[in-house]
């Protein structure tokens, strides 16, 4: 099974602080997709970044940035200078394909909470 | 923010009753995708459309079936609900299934919450 692995089910980070949330990921090939999605508690589920597997460069958008570990199959969230608004639950999930199925597979999510 | 509803948002039902959910996009997108989410499990795709009455299962079909008569539905139908097809329903849509600049990725809809008693 190809597995994404999200190992921390709960952190807590200081309001502006940074804080780094984990994933793993197995896989056979060579070029796929990351993704990290957002949760709030209104349950709507919210595109964070992208990574395409084949380029080196971590993606960034605004406070949000990966470490992507192509060789360790890591794909690590950090968030700078955490907000209240950034609690949420955070799901790592990969798109790969694999006999012609093209399959978003997620983690079973990290709950960030952001205190003041 | 994708023009993706779910209807209805929530509802309540007995067991052996049939039950569907409806999925309208507005952003013309070719690929839809029904997920469910349950605590420690993540969301699991249970089937997806790659066009006017194209379907395909997913990794959880089972209980499941699905229909898309035109590009902008997507309808989830429980035959005969159980109690363990209570969860949340997420409907997601995407433009390509695999690509470049982004055209892959799946935007969500709100979700449906369903208990079956």
């Known amino acids: 099974a190809q597995t994404v692995t999200q190992s921390q089910p709960e952190m807590s980070v200081q309001e502006a602080e940074t804080v780094t949330l984990s994933c793993t990921y197995d896989?056979?090939?060579?070029?796929?997709?990351l993704f990290w999605y957002k949760q709030p508690p209104s349950r709507q589920m919210i595109l964070v970044i992208r990574?395409?597997?084949?380029?080196?460069q971590n993606a960034t958008e605004n406070r949000f940035s990966v470490n992507f570990q192509k060789a360790a199959k890591s794909f690590s969230l950090k968030i700078s200078d955490s907000q209240l608004g950034d609690t949420a639950m955070y799901f790592c999930a990969r798109l790969y394909s694999g006999a012609g199925s093209y399959q978003l597979t997620f983690g079973k999510g990290t709950k960030l909470s952001v205190i003041p | 923010d994708a023009g993706i509803t779910q209807s209805p948002r929530h509802k309540v039902t007995e067991t052996g009753t049939p039950v569907t959910l409806r999925c309208h996009q507005t952003e013309n997108h070719r690929y839809m995708y029904w997920y469910r989410q349950d605590p420690g499990h993540g969301l699991r795709l249970i089937h997806y459309s790659y066009g006017v009455k194209d379907t395909d299962k997913g990794e959880v079909s089972d209980g499941y079936s699905v229909s898309r008569s035109k590009t902008e539905d997507f309808l989830l139908t429980l035959e005969s609900a159980t109690s363990s097809q209570t969860s949340v329903y997420f409907c997601a849509i995407s433009e390509s299934r695999w690509g470049l600049a982004g055209v892959d990725t799946q935007y969500f809809g709100p979700g449906t919450r369903l208990t079956v008693l």
């Open positions: 896989t056979s090939e060579n070029n796929y997709y």
């Open positions: 990574q395409e597997a084949y380029k080196q």
